[in-house]
């Protein structure tokens, strides 16, 4: 049998150690090992955002990157952005209020890829919100809505 390796992660602040194979990305740890199947697998070989997860608050693609590489690192998946009264994070929201999915797939990635992009603050207009969110696609093409959503919650004003 191939060694399990032993990581530590910290996930949606709980402490978790777990025991894998050294291969396994952040994303089947998440998913497979975790039970926390909010995060997506789309394409699995970083083309789609689906996966995308906060690391001590900055974006990435779970597919892309070993569970290992991220022993005593921080992860947010979209499980962990609502309160813990249940109220929802302002993102949550504002993606309710503009109806900004359809099969909703790609959605946690959306959301928990706005939030990274938020705490990058290079966003200042519409135009930059659609570039640095082109990571991650929507098959339905609710793109106008997402905008939509991300632009209130960043209070940048909508162009004409
Ligand atoms: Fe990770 Fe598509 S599943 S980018
Ligand atoms: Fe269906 Fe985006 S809402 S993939």
Redesign the pocket.
């Known amino acids: 049998l191939p060694a399990l390796g032993t990581v530590r992660l910290t996930v949606n602040g709980t402490a978790k150690t777990l025991q894998i194979a050294p291969w396994t990305t952040l994303?089947d740890a998440l998913r497979e090992y975790l039970n926390l199947t909010g995060t997506?697998?789309?394409?699995?070989?970083?083309?789609?955002?689906?996966?995308t997860v906060l690391i001590n608050g900055k974006r990435i693609?779970?597919?892309?990157t070993l569970a290992v590489m991220h022993d005593d690192h921080e992860i947010t998946s979209i499980e962990g952005l609502a309160n813990a009264d249940g109220s929802l994070h302002p993102l949550q929201t504002a993606f309710v209020d503009h109806d900004a999915f359809q099969c909703g797939y790609c959605t946690p990635g959306q959301i928990c890829s706005a939030v990274g992009l938020m705490n990058e603050g290079q966003a200042k207009s519409e135009a930059d919100v659609r570039e640095l969110m082109s990571g991650n696609i929507c098959r339905c093409g609710a793109y106008p809505h997402i905008v939509d959503a991300v632009t209130e919650v960043m209070g940048i004003e909508k162009q004409a």
């Open positions: 994303l997506k697998k789309g394409c699995d070989h970083g083309q789609c955002g689906a996966c693609n779970s597919c892309l």
